[in-house]
């Protein structure tokens, strides 16, 4: 199971991710909101827990945000207001749960596994074609109009990520939390540096797929029609 975790609080934070993480869940931490929405729509999570009052947007303009965009995932709202107002609130929101605090462990792991169950995220396609590119997750190999194109574990993960959220634009923020953690040294920089390399691998004479560079935001992949 993949969970995202929104809790500004980074004590209960943090032992929310041990706790889980010791349970044999993936777990991404953010602490506010407007992280939490850059993740929830640029990655694949079987349920995400939102936090109610967070700086930036709330968890609940998060969760009304994501279902805006049609997001058809599992929604865990989090939170200290147990008025029955409240509770009415956030899942007339959008969100499939309310669970209120202080909790019990036990009682959050059984909901999210419940929440996992009924979940309506897509599952990952193995193979994923791109005009003549081709990223095959089972083999982790890459290919382009039939030959196979050699790249570093780093540069299949960046290829990966910007095929999955292709046409989007993804902040460099994230790309350097999903690939390399945020307790990496990898700078902005070195970012750009692996963006040259993956182009200058994965390019033919006709581009009919590009990595673009969105200036001070980020990177996306785009499809081009070939004349």
């Known amino acids: 199971m993949r969970v995202l975790l929104a809790e500004d609080d980074a004590r209960l934070g943090k032992l929310i991710?041990?706790?889980?993480?010791?349970?044999?869940?993936?777990?991404?931490?953010?602490?506010?909101?407007?992280?939490?929405?850059?993740?929830?729509?640029h990655s694949p999570y079987d349920v995400i827990?939102?936090?109610?009052?967070?700086?930036?947007?709330?968890?609940?303009?998060?969760?009304?945000?994501?279902?805006?965009?049609?997001?058809?995932?599992?929604i865990l709202m989090l939170t200290a207001k147990d008025a029955v107002e409240d509770r009415v609130l956030g899942l007339?929101?959008?969100?499939?749960d309310y669970f209120v605090k202080p909790f019990e462990f036990a009682e959050l792991l059984a909901r999210l596994?419940?929440?996992?169950?009924?979940?309506?995220?897509?599952?990952?396609?193995?193979?994923?074609?791109?005009?003549?590119?081709?990223?095959?997750?089972?083999?982790?190999?890459?290919?382009?109009?039939?030959?196979?194109i050699q790249l570093t574990s780093r540069e299949f993960?960046?290829?990966?990520?910007?095929i999955q959220n292709q046409g989007i634009v993804i902040p460099r923020e994230v790309i350097l939390d999903r690939i390399w953690?945020?307790?990496?040294?990898?700078?902005?920089?070195?970012?750009?540096a692996y963006v040259r390399l993956l182009r200058k691998k994965i390019s033919l004479s006709d581009e009919d797929v590009v990595i673009q560079n969105v200036r001070g935001v980020g990177y996306k992949l785009e499809e081009q029609d070939v004349f």
């Open 92 to 96: 007339d929101t959008g969100a499939d």
């Open 17 to 41: 991710k041990y706790m889980l993480e010791k349970a044999g869940i993936e777990v991404d931490w953010v602490v506010g909101g407007d992280m939490a929405l850059e993740y929830a729509l």
């Open 181 to 192: 953690g945020l307790e990496s040294n990898v700078s902005s920089n070195n970012l750009d």
């Open 113 to 148: 596994r419940a929440l996992a169950r009924r979940s309506n995220t897509k599952l990952k396609e193995d193979i994923v074609q791109v005009g003549s590119l081709a990223l095959n997750r089972s083999t982790r190999s890459v290919s382009r109009g039939g030959t196979e």
């Open 157 to 162: 993960q960046l290829l990966d990520l910007l």
């Open 49 to 74: 827990v939102l936090d109610w009052m967070m700086p930036g947007q709330t968890g609940l303009s998060v969760c009304q945000q994501l279902r805006k965009c049609s997001y058809q995932g599992s």
